[in-house]
């Protein structure tokens, strides 16, 4: 069995941060978060990397990120077009926001041939995440029958920011550590005695243990994800869209929970007590830098990743 492939979400607009993120660099070096999981991927395993962005950020994403990276691993760009939309839907007059990560994921098809496995482009998932990940993709046979796939779980406590709210997708699993359901937050803030999530723009708030285990999107999927989210995605433009043009997305914890609703899937969730740190804000900047500055000196990470 080859080597998987890392695929990188990098097209999101990062309209909290207020900036193209996934190019911000975060220590003296002028790494970014993404280069640092790169960097963990290909010394796990990985073989080569698929990077999703926007095709107006090719040159500069290029330039900061690519460039350096494809003389150490094999590299490749997709382009998430907002344009491309079935031809029976007709885009909502405004519409400016991507329509989320399952179709990014799906720009992928053509592209993403072997095991593969799908993160953030702004999030630091840890060292482990990585081993674990190609230990369970170079390991397991993809079935016919139904499709196993797997997710790396943070604890939520692990997953907050100090600086406002996050999205995560809660998980219940059962006890063979299987994934049994997944719900997506899109607004979750910690509190004085824990975590809350709403769902009505902060009226109301619901209080959630900060042991919960969440999904920060690190899965390993075969490509015959592809098809089965093709039909997802068929169906979000068909009858989502409609509810909140500008704003709805179609996403992949929510598309994975219904294909676990429907028994289209099996997912195994592959838990890390790793700390998990992300730029969702600004302000989430001087944290970052601090927690990569400290890893450099344990020794996790050389000075500079890509000499």
Not at 59 to 70: E, Q, Y
């Amino acid at each position: 069995m080859g080597k998987p492939t890392l695929v990188i979400l990098a097209a999101g607009m990062g309209s909290r941060y207020g900036g193209l993120k996934q190019i911000d660099p975060i220590d003296e070096s002028g790494h970014k978060i993404i280069d640092f999981s790169i960097y963990d991927a290909m010394n796990a395993g990985f073989g080569k990397v698929v990077f999703i962005i926007k095709k107006e950020h090719e040159a500069d994403f290029r330039a900061c990120i690519g460039d350096a990276v494809s003389k150490h691993i094999e590299v490749e760009y997709v382009f998430q077009d907002m344009e491309d939309v079935p031809e029976w839907f007709t885009i909502p007059q405004g519409r400016v926001k991507p329509w989320g990560t399952t179709h990014a994921l799906m720009c992928c098809k053509n592209v993403v041939k072997e095991p593969f496995a799908v993160i953030n482009a702004d999030d630091y998932y840890g060292k482990s995440a990585y081993t674990t990940l190609v230990d369970f993709l170079t390991t397991h046979e993809e079935k016919k029958d139904l499709p196993g796939y797997a997710m790396v779980g943070y604890e939520l406590k692990n997953t907050l920011t100090d600086k406002g709210s996050v999205a995560r997708g809660l998980c219940v699993t059962d006890g063979a550590g299987y994934l049994t359901e997944i719900v997506e937050r899109t607004k979750i803030i910690k509190t004085e005695t824990g975590a809350a999530y709403t769902e009505d723009d902060g009226e109301t708030w619901t209080p959630v243990s900060v042991d919960t285990l969440v999904s920060m999107n690190m899965w390993a999927f075969y490509p015959s994800i592809f098809t089965q989210l093709e039909a997802a995605l068929e169906d979000f433009f068909a009858s989502q869209v409609e509810d909140n043009p500008m704003k709805a997305e179609c996403l992949i914890p929510t598309e994975v929970g219904r294909l676990l609703e429907n028994k289209k899937a099996a997912v195994q969730v592959l838990s890390s007590r790793d700390k998990w740190f992300g730029v969702t804000y600004q302000e989430d900047k001087p944290y970052v830098k601090q927690s990569i500055q400290e890893l450099k000196k344990q020794g996790v990470y050389p000075h500079k990743l890509w000499e």
